[in-house]
Nanobody, 125 residues
Framework: QLQLVESGGGLVQPGGSLRLSCAAP????????IGWFRQAPGKEREGVSC????????NYLDSVKGRFTVSRDNAKNTVYLQMNNLKSEYTTVYYC??????????????????WGQGTQVAVSS
């Protein structure tokens, strides 16, 4: 099973930026569509963004459009989520996901087979 590892979370002030990374040590992400999700305590996990294996398709949750940019560097076997102009309501745990038959249904990855452990993002002054 694909092991996913997120990194890059942390504490940032409102209006600040973070770049999250998703990697798969010992494996390649290059053939997978990748989804980013977030889950606040007591709430369902929601899709944030999806990127195709080639990077030619990307899509975003409406509320993050213009703030978040998903990209990938297949040479580095890493997918990124650049988050700019962060707001306090973005404080939560962010996850990346993949699946052998994963497809981007808009901004949501379907048919997920693997999840990362999550990385905490905290936006606070």
């Amino acid at each position: 099973q694909l092991q996913l590892v997120e990194s890059g979370g942390g504490l940032v002030q409102p209006g600040g930026s973070l770049r999250l990374s998703c990697a798969a040590p010992g494996s390649t992400l290059n053939y997978y569509n990748i989804g980013w999700f977030r889950q606040a305590p007591g709430k369902e996990r929601e899709g944030v963004s999806c990127i195709s294996s080639s990077g030619s398709f990307t899509n975003y949750l409406d509320s993050v459009k213009g703030r978040f940019t998903v990209s990938r560097d297949n040479a580095k076997n890493t997918v990124y989520l650049q988050m700019n102009n962060l707001k306090s309501e973005y404080t939560t745990v962010y996850y990346c996901a993949a699946g052998g038959n994963g497809v981007c249904s808009g901004y949501v990855l379907r048919n997920i087979g693997s999840w990362g452990q999550g990385t905490q993002v905290a936006v606070s002054s």
